[in-house]
């Protein structure tokens, strides 16, 4: 299965400033996806980034607030824009998965808001 | 409206005895299930699957059971060991969804007690 190496693991930022959160993958995939897990909830997808096309949103969810670029089959990153105390959550990129397999992970970004 | 859903918040076992973490789900659509396990400051790491074409599927010291008449399954740990205290998300998709979702239950803290 692919290796993600995720970027940073952790940050503490200002209110009102942006984050941007990178994922590289050790193989070339398709699909990437991002995640929110906010404390004491589950995983919440953010949005499906293809390589090549913008990315889609789910409900909840604006590019303007949570823009992500796509720029090749190994790499993706997230920006987490003019923060609040409400984005403090764990942030996390994940590949399509392989049937039988699951989906892979990388390994978290803990953003704190203050 | 919660599709999948894990009603156990924290789990607490002995050492030795077996785990038994329940899901349940309101989408007969779905046909894949997934388990996996997380440490805290980790990303989810993938456990076991199962496909709704079968009731039981076994690996090593797991073994998750599909009932689709209930819209239940479980994932049985036995033993219990140390090293399984971590938190347990199921989750569910649709092999027709071409966008390979998940969808998440919100998670069961299992605690490993010496």
């Known amino acids: 299965s692919a290796v993600i190496s995720q970027k940073p693991s952790r940050d503490i930022c200002q209110r009102g400033t942006s984050l941007t959160i990178q994922c590289q993958v050790d193989?070339?995939?398709?699909?990437m996806f991002w995640y929110r897990q906010q404390p004491g909830q589950s995983l919440t997808l953010i949005a499906t980034?293809?390589?090549?096309?913008?990315?889609?949103?789910e409900s909840g969810f604006v590019i303007d607030k949570f823009p992500i670029s796509r720029p090749n089959l190994t790499f993706s990153t997230l920006t987490v824009s003019n923060m609040s105390p409400e984005d403090s959550s764990i942030y996390l990129c994940?590949?399509?998965?392989?049937?039988?397999?699951?989906?892979?992970f990388g390994s978290g970004t803990r953003l704190t808001v203050v | 409206d919660q599709q999948v859903k894990q009603n156990s918040p924290s789990l607490s076992v002995q050492e030795g005895r077996i785990s038994i973490l329940n899901c349940d789900y309101t989408n007969s659509m779905f046909d894949y299930f997934l388990w996996y396990k997380k440490y805290p400051a980790e990303g989810p790491t993938f456990l076991i699957s199962?496909?709704?074409i079968k009731d039981k599927n076994e690996d090593g010291r797991f073994t998750v059971f599909l009932n689709k008449s209930a819209k239940h399954l479980s994932l049985h740990i036995v033993p219990s060991q140390p090293g399984d205290s971590a938190v347990y998300f199921c989750a569910a998709s649709w092999s027709l969804d071409s966008n390979y979702q998940l969808i998440w239950g919100a998670g069961t803290k299992l605690i490993i007690k010496p």
């Open positions: 980034a293809n390589q090549g096309s913008e990315a889609t949103y």
């Open positions: 193989s070339q995939v398709t699909m």
């Open positions: 994940s590949v399509v998965p392989v049937r039988g397999g699951g989906y892979t």
């Open positions: 199962i496909s709704s």
